[in-house]
């Protein structure tokens, strides 16, 4: 028996991943799962466990590098209506894990719900931005968590709190489980204040940073205590640095650029070498920020 049997409508054998990243780069998924709702999503963990399966969780592809032979195990990609409903009840939004955060954070605004504006610019699902506690100079996205709700490997649903979510730099605390839900708390106020905050922020960050029309996946590096990832692989003299046909880019030196023909070991190759140089020069040893299967 295979270990979808029953499951055949949501599965997908040797599905192509590049077409679900920002790199378009990467192999396949030995298996694409798409499950409708929770319930499903719960028998795919138990599966996966029970089949003793890697498995990993596919959001918008924002932040993640798929090696060029893929993933041998199961991607589960929370997509579709039940995964993107979003519900509004001021000063609280109910956001599923599917939601696409920028168009989360313009429909609060819209409805005159600040505070999200200080995000502008952050791609990504909901699920994703939680997990990675993801933001920049104006905050996090756990300034506004009120509370998160999981899914276990186990299958069981848990609520927690956002005291308990250990939220810290780039990062929050899953226990192995799946951000399947999140209700934020935000403030009425000035909505066409807040939505010409938005628009500085956001053409503050663009100015700065590689187009979105670039193939990337945002910022490689989490910025050192007390400094900043870009400006020391700057000072390294690496900005303009190819690979093949990936280029650490020549606007931030912390976003690595993919051009048409490029492979995820280009840049791989030069997550490495970006590495080893800021490490020469500084003794800094740079962490990822990046997701890399």
Not at 19 to 26: A, F, P, R, S, V
Not at 57 to 79: T, Y
Not at 84 to 108: Q, T, Y
Not at 247 to 262: C, D, L, M, Q, R
């Amino acid at each position: 028996m295979s270990w979808c049997s029953g499951l055949e409508a949501i599965c997908q054998a040797d599905v192509p991943l590049r077409d679900h990243t920002w790199y378009g780069l990467g192999g396949p998924a030995a298996w694409l799962v798409s499950p409708r709702d929770e319930s499903e999503l719960a028998t795919v963990l138990a599966r996966c466990t029970t089949e003793k399966m890697q498995w990993r969780i596919l959001g918008h592809g924002a932040n993640l590098l798929v090696p060029d032979d893929g993933f041998q195990g199961v991607v589960i990609r929370l997509a579709g209506e039940v995964w993107e409903r979003v519900a509004f009840r001021p000063p609280l939004v109910e956001a599923a894990a599917g939601m696409d955060f920028p168009k989360l954070v313009k429909h609060s605004l819209e409805r005159g719900l600040v505070g999200l504006e200080n995000l502008a610019g952050i791609p990504g699902s909901v699920g994703g931005v939680i997990r990675q506690n993801a933001g920049g100079r104006y905050g996090t996205i756990a300034d506004y968590v009120r509370q998160v709700r999981l899914l276990g490997a186990d299958g069981e649903v848990q609520v927690r709190a956002a005291t308990e979510m250990a939220f810290a730099y780039r990062s929050s605390q899953l226990d192995g489980g799946v951000v399947v839900a999140a209700t934020l708390e935000l403030q009425t106020g000035d909505s066409t204040a807040a939505l010409e905050r938005h628009r500085t922020i956001w053409s503050e960050k663009y100015a700065s940073q590689p187009p979105v029309s670039a193939r990337s996946a945002g910022c490689i590096f989490k910025n050192p205590p007390g400094g900043a990832a870009g400006r020391l692989i700057d000072e390294a003299g690496l900005k303009g640095q190819r690979c093949g046909a990936a280029e650490i880019s020549t606007k931030h030196a912390n976003f690595i650029v993919a051009h048409p023909g490029a492979t995820t070991r280009n840049v791989l190759d030069l997550i490495t070498l970006a590495k080893e140089r800021v490490f020469e020069r500084t003794g800094v040893q740079l962490e990822l920020e990046v997701e890399v299967w």
